[in-house]
């Protein structure tokens, strides 16, 4: 009991930057599997923040929805064979949902 699941076949967690948070608590009702409640104290703004309980599944969404850019996500698909479990990927900011950006590559460089 208490551990709370999702239907996505995907684990996850977010780190939570408060100090920038300005509590619009859009973040709150946007989060499906309902794991983020505001906290009670205020961060340095004077803002009441996002708490994460445990059941994220990585999915983002308050990721996309925050203004102020105070989360970062971690997924790590529930792989049988990745029997670490440990290193998840981390889901891109701004760019995509999930994949890295390849590095640019010296292919591009040109010489005169
Ligand atoms: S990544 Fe998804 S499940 Fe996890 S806290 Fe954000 S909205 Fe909720
Ligand atoms: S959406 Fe962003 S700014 Fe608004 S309460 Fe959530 S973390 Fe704070």
Same mark, same amino acid.
């Given at each position: 009991m208490g551990d709370v699941r999702s239907g996505l076949d995907m684990s996850g967690t977010v780190t939570i930057d408060v100090d920038v948070c300005k509590g619009c608590e859009l973040c709150i009702g946007a989060c499906?599997?309902?794991?983020?409640?505001? $906290?009670?104290p205020v961060n340095r703004l004077g803002y009441r923040y996002p708490e994460l309980a445990s059941g994220c599944t990585g999915c983002a969404a308050c990721q996309l929805i925050c203004p102020d850019f105070v989360f970062e996500v971690f997924r790590s698909p529930r792989d049988p064979s990745n029997k670490s479990g440990a290193e998840g990927a981390?889901?891109? $900011?701004?760019?995509?949902?999930?994949?890295?950006?390849?590095?640019?590559?010296?292919?591009?460089q040109e010489r005169k």
């Open positions: 499906p599997p309902r794991v983020l409640t505001m $906290s009670e981390r889901a891109s $900011s701004r760019s995509d949902s999930g994949a890295w950006p390849e590095r640019p590559g010296p292919q591009g």
